[in-house]
């Protein structure tokens, strides 16, 4: 049930990200078009694309923990059922998870105390630096949640045999 749960919130988040970069597609070819057709730039485009390309950053990393597509080594790890490379999951697992506890619990401190103070950033749109800001520790929290899921899968075998294989990159 636990695994159902994270991973449907990791698959909404993935598609999420992967629209806002289309969203961020259309508003750069948006800002071209008025720039140097119109001559009349927008105020927005840039700080709007900046910040959603934070937030995709951080929402899409559990989606990438999911789907596996992380950096492996594929040399002597092959083989999912064997102790080796379970024990080389949990270790890489475990290493991701307090990275992203570290990143979540310090995220989560610096966007309480811009929010608490009601900063913004320095431009001319000045949207409240909370926006920047939480996606650090909502993505972290999401990754962390994930990688429990993923810790459940390696011990429970539940990972496909040519999961890390099936891409030969």
């Known amino acids: 049930m636990f695994i159902r749960i994270v991973d449907a919130i990791t698959e909404f988040t993935g598609k999420l990200s992967a629209w806002c970069l ?11 078009v008025m720039r ?42 092959s083989d ?9 999951e949990t270790f890489a697992i475990v290493i991701l998870y307090i990275f992203a506890g570290a990143a979540a619990y310090y995220g989560f401190e610096l966007w309480l105390k811009s929010t608490l103070a009601g900063h913004t950033t320095d431009t001319y749109l000045a949207p409240p630096k909370m926006i920047t800001h939480a996606p650090v520790w909502v ?3 999401l ?27």
């Open 80 to 88: 999912p059922t064997t102790l080796r490379r379970r024990l080389a």
């Open 36 to 77: 140097y057709v119109f001559i009349a730039p927008t105020i927005w485009v840039d700080e709007v694309s900046r910040i959603l390309q934070i937030w995709v950053v951080f929402m899409a990393a559990a989606y990438v923990l999911k789907h596996r597509e992380m950096v492996t080594i594929q040399i002597i790890l």
């Open 22 to 32: 289309v969203a961020i597609g259309f508003f750069i070819t948006f800002e071209i």
């Open 139 to 141: 993505g972290c929290v």
């Open 143 to 169: 990754l962390m949640l994930q990688a429990i899921a993923e810790l459940i899968r390696v011990w429970t075998g539940q990972i496909p045999p040519d999961d890390v294989m099936e891409s030969n990159h």
